[in-house]
């Protein structure tokens, strides 16, 4: 079993930048890929990031070039560096561990870009 803390969310101007964390706690955590999702307002969620536990990674189109992902295994944790943000990237984020059946979500971290 795996269990998710995000932090790192808050208020932000447009260009500017945070880093997200999801600290892990389960001795699955260096064997999973882990995800970062976002879900806007009314929206779906989204996939925004993936690291594999190879360190490879994946990203959406709408982030490339300004979203990094990473993980520190000594520490358990996954990053999710943000930079030049724009009004569009306001979400809440999450990050998910997909390790069957169903996968762990963390609860989630609100991001909020101002104009």
């Known amino acids: 079993q795996v269990h998710l803390v995000e932090s790192g969310g808050g208020l932000v101007q447009a260009g500017g930048s945070l880093r997200l964390s999801c600290a892990a706690s389960g001795s699955s955590f260096r064997l999973s890929a882990i995800d970062w999702y976002r879900q806007a307002p009314g929206k779906q969620r989204e996939l925004v990031a993936s690291i594999t536990s190879n360190r490879g990674t994946n990203y959406a189109d709408s982030v490339k070039g300004r979203f990094t992902i990473s993980r520190d295994n000594v520490k358990n944790t996954v990053y999710l560096q943000m930079n030049s943000l724009k009004p569009e990237d306001t979400a809440v984020y999450y990050c998910?561990?997909?390790?069957?059946?169903?996968?762990?979500w963390g609860q989630g971290t609100q991001v909020t870009v101002s104009s």
């Open positions: 998910r561990a997909p390790i069957p059946p169903t996968g762990y």
